[in-house]
Structures are given as C-alpha cells and as structure tokens.
C-alpha cells in the first residue's frame, strides 16, 4: 500500500489562489489547526470556503478555525451556516470585503452530501419565503438561466431548490486514523467532516494519533480511508 503521510510542508503544493476549500468542525473543533496555518503560511489567497461557521477572531475564546484565515483577508466567498461569534468576519461582510452566503445548517450538510452524491440539487422547505430564497446565484436548469433560488411547488407545498457543494480540497481534522486513513472524531469534531470527505476532489486529515491498520474496530470507523488522499502525522 502506497504511504498517505503528508509532511505539513508538502501541503502548499495542493493550494492555489482562487480555489475551493471545505473545513470540517463546529465553533474550531474539528478543523486542523496545523493544516489551517500551512494555508495561511503559503500565501494564497481569494479562496472560497465551505464550512459549518467562522469560529473565533482569535484563538483567546477558543480553536480559532477558519478565523485565521478571515482575519489575514484570505477569503473571498465564504459559505456557511453562522458567522455570529466572530466579529472580524462580521466586519468584513458589512464593509463588502469578502462575500458571504448564509445558509441554514442543515441544508448546508444537505448541499455538501448532494455534491459528494452526485445529486443535482436538494429541495427543502427551509428559507421559502425569506432572505434565504434570495441569495444571487448564476445556475442553468435544462437551458434556462436563474439568478436566485428557485421554488418548486410540489402536492401543495413550495420548496426551495437549493444545489449541491463541491469543494478541490477538504481539510479535516480526527482524533485517530489508522495508515489507511480510516478516521474515528470525537463529539463535535465529527460534524459535517464525513460529508466533505465524499465532496471534495482531494482530502488532507490531521490526525492526533495514528495507529497501525487493524487497530481501529471497523465499527468505530466514521469516515472509511478509501475517502482520504492524505494523513498529517502529529508533531
């Protein structure tokens, strides 16, 4: 079996401006640390991020996350459920620095598994009637141009179609892998980290602890290694 160790140096060669990262975790937990700072440290930037919220400004109240980048203006797009408990991202939104797609949580997981699963879209009667169903977008439906989401009315019933999320890389963060790169999180670490690794073209995990493939009951396992590229060893 081929070795999936990445050396976190190596890890600039995947990154280019103007891409699309997914960031597994909940408010920082789950969401590599080392993996988020050779981000930051390569330089790219304009990149357009998926994941569940902004975290922190700063890592005083918590894991930091995403906000790392936010705070050094690396993002162009971010695609998220909730940026309420940092303030940074709130400023940039408001001053027009960087874009900002609010989208309910669970439709958000919705639309990452519908990437990963190759649907074309999931409907939800989420947002019908709101600010959410106005979100600009640029989609083709059998020839015909939208430029918001649409509704679709089935028995009765108005659904917003809302489309699927696809990522060119997935950084995500286990409490343990395996060589294989079969991965168990722990609590909310887990969050949408399985879904993005079906979503994204590449996926890189930082592991706290790596075990010999077996050591792992297979029942334990929540993502399984045939879906992971790439394994950060600990430190």
């Keep these: 079996m081929k070795s999936k160790r990445l050396e976190i140096e190596q890890v600039a060669s995947f990154l280019r ?19 988020m700072q050779a981000i930051l440290d390569s330089g790219v930037r304009d990149l357009t991020m998926i994941g569940d919220d902004t975290a922190f400004f700063d890592a005083t109240r918590g894991p930091e996350g995403v906000g790392l980048l936010i705070r050094h203006k690396r993002v162009k797009k971010l695609i998220t459920g909730h940026i309420g408990l940092n303030k940074e991202a709130q400023r940039q939104m408001i001053a027009g620095e960087m874009e900002i797609e609010l989208s309910p949580i669970g439709t958000l997981a919705e639309r990452i598994r519908a990437g990963g ?9 989420t947002g019908v009637g709101t600010s959410v169903g106005e979100v600009k977008m640029d989609v083709s439906i059998n020839g015909q141009k939208f430029d918001q ?12 179609l809302e489309m699927p999320l696809k990522a060119d890389l997935a950084v995500l963060e286990a409490v343990k892998a395996d060589a294989f790169g079969n991965l168990v999180y722990f609590r909310s670490m887990r969050n949408h980290n399985p879904l993005m690794a079906l979503a994204a073209q590449t996926v890189i995990v930082e592991a706290h602890e790596v075990v010999d493939i077996g050591q792992i009951d297979p029942d334990s396992v929540m993502t399984p290694g045939i879906l992971i590229d790439h394994i950060i060893y600990p430190a």
Excluded: A, H
């Design 117 to 125: 699963s190759g649907l074309g879209g999931v409907l939800t009667p």
């Design 149 to 160: 989401k649409q509704t679709i009315n089935i028995n009765g019933k108005d659904f917003l």
């Design 17 to 35: 401006d103007g891409m699309t990262i997914m960031y597994g975790g909940f408010m920082g937990n789950g969401t590599p640390p080392r993996l």
